[in-house]
């Protein structure tokens, strides 16, 4: 037994055969928080020695239109008051706006009067017999007065009234209330006082506590591990950006620098510099996001002279191109960029003669459906290495780095096909036994690399992040990754 459990039995044994109530408790025990009686109540229950009784009573109390009713008298008995004062000829609707009553009240009060037997004979009320409407409309009254001093128990009130208002907006509101008693049991009875002095239980390990010697022969108390406790809800950053973040960590990490790009493109930069055919099926408006707001954007004519002579013939880069004629106006359309690799051939553009390890952690978009396992816009950890002895072996050992360092150290390459790499590889990862894609990579063709004016090979790569950060938090849909479910991001790893 704890100590408040054994103060609130030693004052129930007072009158051992009282049904004792809250405030009761209260004022015995000294407590100014309930739920002490309700915590300690509960514990002696469960000891058997407490009886707690649960009822539930409903209150009436008035509403907005009953407090109105409280002070300026109910609608009909106004009505009524007016009307009843005027000659039978002179009871119309007219005569109520006249006497100041607003079309919402008049209204509504001649159909409360009708429906205390009043009736309407040629638009002017007849009353029939006009002691008994005023008694029905006083009892009314008297029922919204007795309401006044605040909430009444709906067992003490006239049951009929109860309903006649209930039924009529704003004036009356019912709200259920439980409230509880306590009483010994027989064994909470017979428990001998002397049975419950207080004892000194630490609750809490205080330094000074430590420091003192006062813990040696204490009495503790127990602690249950097993105990429900709310799980503290701090603030943290989004799984995805704190994935970013490591991501871009490992890169740094590795020597690389971060660069950035836009998310609206030219066609061109996003497309012709890659060597990415004109005709090609992802430049369609299924696959691509064009813009028509600026539906055109200047590229310099420099680039596409050079893509057009390489897309037609392939100029000089030893190519025989895609044949067919180059069309500049293609080039110059607007899009939302489909992939960060328009940001690294941009950065090759800028800086053909430099060395660089460049990488960029960017959202792309394609005109996808979305379903599990697409989204419209997702993210691509982009990179290059451009130097002069860059090489297949390089590119793999570098994507075998990364990984690594997100912790699947299992990675293969496979052959694939990208319009602007030779080799070109697709890049697996194993996870729980599985092999899964995670990108595309390879060396970039001379078709790409030659009119951007540089002379070496470049290892480049495109990975997906949204495939990544599912395996690393374990989902199944990729649209988990962005609902706003504070709930679950909240339970998601802290990466
Ligand atoms: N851009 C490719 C994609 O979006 C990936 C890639 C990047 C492939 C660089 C080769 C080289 O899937």
Redesign the pocket.
Known sequence: MSNNERTLLKFMLSEPSKNWLLEELLEGTGWDDQVHVAGSGKALSELGLVEVKEETESLVSLGVEGEKALSEGLLEFRIWKCLSSLPESDRTMNRLFEEGFERHEAGPGMGLLKSLGLAIESGKLVSKDESSISKEISMRADFISSLAEGSTPKSQLDGEMVSHFLGRKGLIMVDDQVSRSWSLTDAGSSVEESDLVHVEMIGELTPELLQSEAWRGAKFKPFDVNSPAPIPMGGRPHPMQALIERIRQVFLEMGFSEIEGDFVQSAGWNMDALYIPQSHPARTMQDTFYLSEPSQIDVEEKYLDLWSRVHEHGHDTGSKGWGGSFDKDESRKSLLRT?T?VNTVRHIAENPDEPSRVFGIGRVFRQETIDRTHLPEFH?I?GIIHEEQASLPMLITTLKTFYSKMGYPDVRVRPAY?P??EP?VEVDILWRGQWLEL????IFRPEVTEPLGSEWPVC???MGLERLAMIILDLDDIRQLYQPDLERLSRMPIL
Not at 439 to 442: I, L, N, R, S
């Open positions: 992939h690799t691509q982009e990208f602007y790499t070109s990108g595309g990579a390879g480049a790569w495109g």
